[in-house]
């Protein structure tokens, strides 16, 4: 399933810039940033979880903020760009 | 339809910041901020051109990105969060 992840982390207090770092780094491990804090992944239902339990254990739920967006399977009709556009065609070929 | 919106406007070159405020200004006009970028709309089809019409002529096309996710009607059930929330339930009573 595509999900979209978007966030905001408080960094003007202490540890939130590491926070925001873990955070990033948790969701490039399953998917594309396609702007500062805006993921898209596709996951199974499992991997959700997991990312979601792994986020929850890095954020500071009370200062910091994340938005999961579940869109369904033809996710690609639902999604319009403006400007810089640093998505990816997931299931285009993978070039090495 | 349930639009969402997210963007990244770059402000560190010339009038990013005032572009900054007139996409939030225009975005504030039909939906409700959820994050620093992030914006969750109920739009007719109409409301939706004027307003992609609208940050098309605000946004610098090679600096900013705006992207705009269609959710359908059931898209309550699709959105879950972490920490604060400052999501509103559009169908809720409006309590002046």
């Known amino acids: 399933m595509f999900v979209l992840i978007t ?8 540890h939130g810039a590491k926070r925001l770092r873990n955070v990033a780094r948790a969701c490039l491990n399953y998917g594309k940033r396609v702007q500062n804090s805006v993921f898209e992944c596709i ?7 997991v990312l979601r339990d792994q986020l929850k254990g890095i954020i500071d739920t009370e200062q910091d903020s994340i938005r999961f967006y579940i869109l369904g399977k033809n996710w690609k009709r639902k999604v319009e760009t403006l400007g810089k556009d640093m998505g990816v065609d997931f299931t285009g070929e993978l070039i090495i």
């Open 7 to 14: 966030y905001d982390v408080n960094i003007t207090l202490a």
């Open 43 to 49: 996951l199974t239902e499992s991997q959700f979880f």
